[in-house]
């Protein structure tokens, strides 16, 4: 039996321990925050795709992993008894002028080849929202049935138990065995940066916050960079802020609440909301803005998976299986673009 040890209980760490235990290795997850006690315990939850044109191998694994997630987190969903908060209802964006409304329609056409027939991108009148969607200056939207929304803290929780159900261990203390995945977020980032004496990635705080306002039949909404995401416990998540610079990486601000101004605007529905939760976090941001999957730039004897950045929990099904079919079976499948050397300073040619 392999034996696999993964650093970092965030969703990358998880994701890649469950893979792995599901082909029979015997894994132990080290992390000495706990679950999901980085960027992966966020609130926000959204899985949405990139548009749906200039195809490459980010959108493209990007798709499969989303066409993927239903049966995988309702797998752990039913062996654990405990709901990941996922569900595939799509999401909705405003069009705001003429030119975006002719953008969205040939997308549509690109989505139609793009997605092979298994979602949607489609405009569609803004009424078919109304009352959770504000009127659009053009009248109409953008539906696509492929973005799904899940809760971060309890997906983590649960995929945890279903490891620890299946004789995986999840501790915060505990020695290395047999092969070793570094899923440890920023601070992986910022060894590296240290390391190469560049920015290979780093941390990107985010803010956000959770509104009491049951929309948990209704797709999510995007809407000028913000997201707008009901969860099945009956709450309303929207975020997030991008800060690059900033002075505690865990505590909220201004700037949340000039976002829930913005949120408020947007839905008219949410005027009301009390606010339940205000969360802040840094998520790791690789310096090519793709995930890092493969091999370890410094421990060749290793692997690493890191860089989610705002992608994690959307790519973390098909990321898993990539990095179980290499770590397991010596089978290298991952695309140029999510190799840790695309993040990597370039070494100038002699």
Known sequence: ????????????????????????????????????????????????????????????????????????????????????????????????????????????TGAGALWQGRARWHVVPDRDFAGWLAPTPTGFAIHDTLSARLHPRRACAAMATALTARGAEVVRRGAVQGAVVEATGVDGLLELSSAFSAQVGNGVKGQGAVLDFDARALPQLFLDGLHIVPHTDGTVAIGSTSERS???????????????????????????????????????????????????????DRFIANGGFKIGFGIAPAAAEMMADLILEGDDRIPEDFRPEASLPKVPAP
């Open 246 to 300: 900033y002075e505690t990486p865990d505590t909220t601000d201004a700037q949340l609440d000039a976002l829930l101004d913005k949120a408020r605007q947007a839905v008219p529905a949410l005027r009301h909301a009390a606010v339940l939760t205000r969360w802040a976090g840094v998520r790791p941001r690789a310096r090519s803005r793709a995930p890092m999957l493969g091999v370890h730039p410094l421990r060749t």
């Open 1 to 108: 039996m392999a034996e696999v040890t993964v650093l970092g209980a965030g969703i990358f760490g998880l994701s890649v321990a469950w893979a792995c235990t599901l082909r029979g290795a015997r894994v132990r997850v080290i992390d000495p925050g706990g679950v999901g006690s980085g960027a992966s315990g966020g609130i926000v939850g959204a899985l949405a795709p990139h548009t749906p044109e200039n195809w490459n191998p980010k959108k493209q694994l990007q798709l499969e992993s989303l066409l993927l997630a239903e049966a995988w987190w309702t797998r752990i969903a039913e062996e654990t008894g405990q709901d990941p908060g996922y569900a595939r209802l799509g999401r909705v964006q405003a069009i705001a002028d003429a030119r975006a409304l002719d953008l969205a329609r040939a997308r549509a």
